[in-house]
């Protein structure tokens, strides 16, 4: 079974970003994929600001992407753009990182007027550093959530429907390009 790489780029531990993406990885272990998530707030700020690849936290984050045969990004949406966190974990991978995996690009904001930041902003990094593919991304606006006992925001069902699609979408796409995928190495930025 393919090794599936969920990424949060949310600085909130308790933020809906969060939650869709922990929705998504739910789903995916439940069909059986081997899911490792990475908070990027939980790098070291110094060494992530400062793309310092030699920190044994960055390394090890490195090289987790890099064995996965896909990823999962989910990112808050702040001013029209992703989150600088999730920019900044980008910025320091090599330049052919996503070489042979398939990316599904996740998102939450406060408007539905943001949605585009997905397709203007943050397709254009991941397509840059060659995938496979990129799937349908999927935006979810905080407005389409309630909150919990818990109090943590919890998605809408029509929601965690179009997550569980383009969950689907994303598995499918992984099962016919995973025997091309893995052949494909990553290349270090030239």
Do not use: C, W
């Amino acid at each position: 079974m393919p090794t599936i790489m969920a990424v949060s780029g949310s600085p909130s531990p308790a933020s809906f970003t969060q939650e869709v993406l922990a929705l998504t990885a739910r789903r995916l272990r439940a069909a059986g994929h081997r899911v490792d998530t990475l908070a990027v707030r939980d790098l070291p700020a110094e060494a992530l600001l400062g793309a310092d690849t030699g920190h044994p936290a960055i390394a090890d984050a490195v090289a987790r992407l890099a064995a996965a045969d896909a990823v999962v990004l989910a990112t808050p949406v702040y001013k029209a753009a992703y989150s600088g966190l999730l920019k900044a974990f980008l910025d320091l991978l090599p330049q052919y990182a996503l070489e042979g995996k398939v990316v599904l690009p996740l998102a939450s904001g406060g408007s539905p007027a943001h949605t585009l930041a997905i397709d203007y902003g943050l397709r254009p990094v991941l397509a840059s550093m060659r995938p496979a593919a990129i799937t349908g991304a999927v935006f979810v606006p905080s407005n389409e959530a309630r909150r919990g006992p818990d109090g943590r925001r919890e998605v809408d069902p029509a929601v965690s429907a179009r997550l569980a699609e383009a969950a689907d979408r994303f598995e499918k796409l992984l099962a016919a390009l995973a025997p091309a995928a893995r052949s494909v190495p990553v290349r270090e930025a030239a």
